[in-house]
DNA sequence: TATGAATGAGGCTTCATTCAT
DNA sequence: GATGAATGAAGCCTCATTCAT
């Protein structure tokens, strides 16, 4: 997947600024991850990081809250149209998953990493958890969830996705996670429904 | 819980060291906890926590896998004991929740934490995610687990254990965690049981 | 002298960073001589030291094979032309003693220093002492050496040169060396030639 | 040779550290051998060293002015009461090489090395120069040593002892220096007499 | 005397950031 | 926009020395 960057991009090193910056953040966490270090994977001078972002920990912030926007806004309009409870739980996996699949890297910086490193700001984003409250409050409504605390339902879920997709990266799973999708989604609902 | 400290405790200073590293290590990483900061929260000096280890690393390693390798064995006499899969599932998330609720930066630091920031050598330590295993397949053979990749079935009970903690540190649960152990692991039953 | 610098010296501060070094160096050996004396010596921070070398030990070893190999080829040039064993001598003893005049800093640290404190590669250089085995090869089978251990000769040539430096350093000998070379030639003539 | 040490050398571990120290100090230099590098050596711990010397210095210094006092003292008896500046001068190189087939460790502490490391205090023991200086002068009074400077000539033939022990270190040089005392009294005596 | 944990100063090196070109 | 030398602060670690036992 690429990057987004609205239209400054045109000419710039931008764009392989923020690939490699993404990939090493991931990699090695944001901390442990230099200046040099990003300057030499993008093929770039130190300074030039500079022109884009007046710090590290901005470009860091910048990176995982313009993607995560944009991941959560997609993953909004893929499920919410579905009707149903348990067609929603599998868009919702599937979705992940798919994402997961295209660009393991970014997924792994959004969704994976706790990111205790990222400042507040960065918690301020509508994140995956929201989603499954959303889809767990509708499915509680229209009858589809069985009796139980919403929210530990709701760790349950993003619990399955994301360590599966963790245990993917282990190597403990093979190939594309997208053919996992309804296997994990059937396994919540078995859990969380009724 | 009180860090195990062989015999070598006695008068000195280890204790508070390895506390305060423990504790900084679970807040803001390894790479971003600095052997100043260990020092300051030990009321030590730098100097002395190179009397016990040769480096800043040697201290985060020997911290996992020593405490890992308590907690695993003691969750190993915990679960296996129990013949039946429901029991041991019951035992295994309640293991993990009392130890949780007992001493969660511990807890935070040997299961939350993804540690990539740890050298090679953590990752022969038996972990929580064997004893899963372990208890699948005899789960499996047992005739008490479902069709179905076991592999994605541990990734499932260890992300509902992992996420729930995580979901309680976020504050998005509240109370002690071990109320939730029956709750938990009946979802784990329902989402890979027949 | 001053100190070779290929051609990435313009601009940088790397000519007062090595004249700093070759100094210190000399009147206190590497190990004595911290980084922070070489920076404050050349008007820099620590920092700068190391643009242009990767360690104290690099920048030591660096200075060492750069200038002796320029010095030992220069002499080879000045030395070998001479036919007769005796004008190689005086050819020799003059080099040397020209280069302690001009630059008594840099001789020290090429000659007259052991430099224990140099790694290995620092040995591979040509040096003084093959010159000198030369010279006196050539000179036994001219028949202008008496007989006698070369290897020994050699040792008693060179400890004439660099002793004599040594004590000019220590304020035994007094005014420029190179008024002493026809001198020290003789010495060494009668001590080594038929 | 054993390292002296008065009397109070009964029950102690000074001799061993005596040693340790000397080894070190050779092999490495003052500054880079480390406290705990002669504790472990002399397999004793490193407040051990503080019940016999101040300080590191204090110790480096003291085996310096201990043992070439003495050595010089046995020197000047070995070589004095000899009438004739040859005997003399071959009593001179042959004494040297004896002390350095002997203990080479000890002379090369004493003798080989510059030590810009050592305090002002030790440049006021009686030295090798000085005794040089004696022979020379008593040998221009009896005609025995050829027109010209006699510190040069003092130079030249420390120089010849010292340069040869050190080919000999570099194993430029092999065997018992003690066999080449006529050779190079000889080569002094050609380079210096009439 | 001897031990070895602890200290405080300081050594080498790295880092995010700035700035002249 | 881009470069890369330079900076100042800080990071990790080592050292000579002290002190309670």
């Known amino acids: 997947m690429d990057l987004i960057m609205d239209d400054r991009k045109r000419d710039t090193k931008l764009p392989a600024i923020l690939r490699a910056a993404l990939e090493l953040f991931t990699e090695k966490g944001i901390h442990a991850t230099t200046t040099k270090d990003i300057a030499r994977r993008a093929g770039v001078s130190e300074g030039a990081l500079y022109r884009h972002y007046q710090s590290k920990q ?50 792994t910086y959004l969704i994976l990493s706790e990111h205790n490193e990222l400042g507040r700001t960065s918690k301020r984003v509508r994140h995956l958890r929201h989603l499954v409250r959303d889809i767990l409050t509708d499915g509680r409504a229209s009858g589809d969830v069985r009796e139980g605390d919403l929210e530990l339902f709701g760790a349950l879920v993003i619990g399955a996705i994301i360590r599966v997709a963790i245990f993917r990266i282990y190597g403990l799973l093979q190939g594309d996670l ?14 969380v429904g009724k």
């Open 178 to 191: 997208r053919g996992r999708s309804k296997d994990v989604a059937e396994a919540c609902l078995r859990a």
């Open 58 to 107: 901005e470009l860091a912030e910048d990176l995982y809250i313009t993607h995560l926007s944009y991941f959560t806004a997609q993953l909004d309009r893929t499920v919410l149209p579905h009707a149903r409870f348990s067609a929603r739980l599998e868009a919702l996996v599937d979705g992940c998953f798919r994402f997961f699949d295209e660009d393991r890297t970014l997924f």
